[in-house]
């Protein structure tokens, strides 16, 4: 999943389309190892939607919105058409019985996804298929992340956070080094908030499903 996406910041970067199709590739393998991948689905999206929407522009017109939006479905069409020959290519249980495996496929992910077998000890309590409730993942985060990565990650949202302040630092500006620095850190960020949002909204919750975000 994180390689997934750290391909599509090299298409933001040098717009090569092997990127895209190499990060489909990884992709589909991640989604053939836990299924649960396919919540990186809507963060794609939107990665996709901040590669060809910069931030920058000063006026949105009805042209170039046409140009964002259809640049992102082709965007996502490669990916996912690519991600999708992977999954049916690398699992031979797709060439005999395609329907029934993904019919499988959707029955154990919806399963999955809600209270029956959840057992989670939370704040010094048992919490035995039930939800544990929204700040479990942000506990789970401060937690299990080192002192040094949480106080590199402080130091680096107040940096962010006074160079725009002072108007010194645009998400998408003009300067080649800036905006690719700062469109790296804006997609890899918009990505773990996605994901810790869409795995906060899902009942069944385990500290292990945050792992993608480090």
């Not at 997934?4 to 989604?31: N, T």
Request: hydrophobic residues 50%; aromatic residues 14%.
């Amino acid at each position: 999943m994180t390689l997934a996406v750290l391909l599509l910041i090299f298409y933001s970067c040098e717009r090569r389309w092997r990127y895209v199709m190499i990060s489909g590739v990884l992709a589909g393998l991640a989604f053939l190892t836990k299924i649960q991948a396919l919540v990186i689905l809507p963060s794609v999206c939107l990665i996709g939607l901040l590669i060809n929407c910069p931030l920058g522009i000063s006026r949105v017109t009805y042209h170039s919105l046409r140009y964002c939006l259809t640049r992102t479905a082709g965007l996502m069409a490669v990916w996912l058409l690519v991600a999708g020959l992977t999954w049916v290519v690398v699992w031979p249980a797709m060439w005999v019985a395609p329907v029934r495996v993904l019919a499988e496929a959707y029955d154990y992910a919806t399963h999955m996804s809600g209270l029956e077998g959840a057992q989670v000890f939370f704040l010094g309590q048992n919490y035995e298929n039930v939800d544990p409730g929204p700040l479990f993942y942000p506990v789970v985060f401060l937690m299990r992340i080192t002192p040094l990565a949480l106080l590199g990650l402080v130091g680096f949202v107040s940096c962010a956070t006074c160079h725009v302040a002072r108007g010194r630092y645009q998400v998408f500006g003009t300067q080649q080094d800036k905006r690719f620095s700062a469109r790296k850190s804006v997609l890899l960020i918009t990505y773990v908030l996605v994901y810790v949002a869409l795995m906060t909204w899902g009942s069944h919750k385990q500290d292990r499903y945050l792992m993608p975000i480090f």
